[in-house]
């Protein structure tokens, strides 16, 4: 069976696209408007794409009426977001900042997120959050009306106590209860991990005998 894209309208593709790529990471994107009101949001078109420079892409969509959510109208004003990620206990709070409040409501504040100042930039980061990244976008590029991708640099990144061995960088996983976006309403946690062996080129060959 093929689904041609071009016989698909958008939200059809959606369908197709989310719950096909899973799971997804959330990035749950804090920002700042201009009178200081507080603003979170999710959202799993997302992921980093480089370390050198450390690069992240947010795939923003319009609302349906044409205009922009606010963590795109803040991003695209004053180009600076923290992206906190999401852990079991952000979940139900990541949630409720998804609901589509008006601009003037304190979004921290009915997700139950605790913000504290960033170093960097404007937007503060959510204090339950297990990792945060403060970020100032790189370039926006507007793919068609409704969809703009931000493509940011990680200027800074802040971890919980205990989560990362300071010295080698090693992550604890069994410390990092990250939660994935799977499709609609559907989450997973990280479960059931596994290892795969990464070979060199002739440790291959020897180990398949065929060299
Ligand atoms: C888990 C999850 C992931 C989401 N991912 C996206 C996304 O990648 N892009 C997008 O435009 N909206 C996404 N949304 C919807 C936004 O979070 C929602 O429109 C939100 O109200 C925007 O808030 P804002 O106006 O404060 O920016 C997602 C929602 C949920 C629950």
């Not at 799993?44 to 420079?53: G, L, T, Y």
């Not at 977001?81 to 008006?102: H, K, S, W």
């Not at 106590?161 to 309403?185: M, N, W």
Request: hydrophobic share 40%; aromatic share 10%; charged share 30%.
């Amino acid at each position: 069976m093929e689904f041609d894209f071009s016989k698909y309208n958008p939200k059809e593709r959606y369908k197709l696209l989310s719950s096909t790529v899973i799971p997804r990471p959330i990035a749950l994107v804090s920002t700042v408007d201009e009178d200081g009101t507080l603003n979170a949001a999710p959202f799993s078109f997302f992921n980093v794409f480089a370390e050198d420079p450390a690069t992240c892409v947010l795939g923003l969509a319009r609302r349906d009426d044409g205009t922009y959510n606010d963590t795109c109208r803040i991003i695209r004003e004053g180009g600076e977001f923290v992206i906190n990620m999401v852990d079991m206990d952000l979940a139900e709070g990541m949630n409720i900042a998804a609901i589509d409040f008006a601009p003037e409501v304190d979004e921290f504040e009915m997700g139950g997120f605790t913000p504290v100042a960033s170093r960097l930039v404007k937007p503060p980061r959510i204090a339950e959050s297990p990792v945060s990244f403060e970020c100032r976008r790189t370039v926006t590029l507007q793919l068609s009306a409704s969809r703009d991708l931000v493509v940011g640099e990680i200027l800074t990144m802040h971890v919980r106590d205990g989560l990362f061995d300071p010295e080698k960088l090693y992550l604890d996983q069994s410390q990092y209860d990250v939660v994935g976006r799977l499709y609609a309403d559907q989450y997973a946690p990280l479960k059931d991990i596994f290892k795969l062996k990464r070979w060199q080129p002739d440790e291959w060959l020897k180990a398949e005998g065929k060299k």
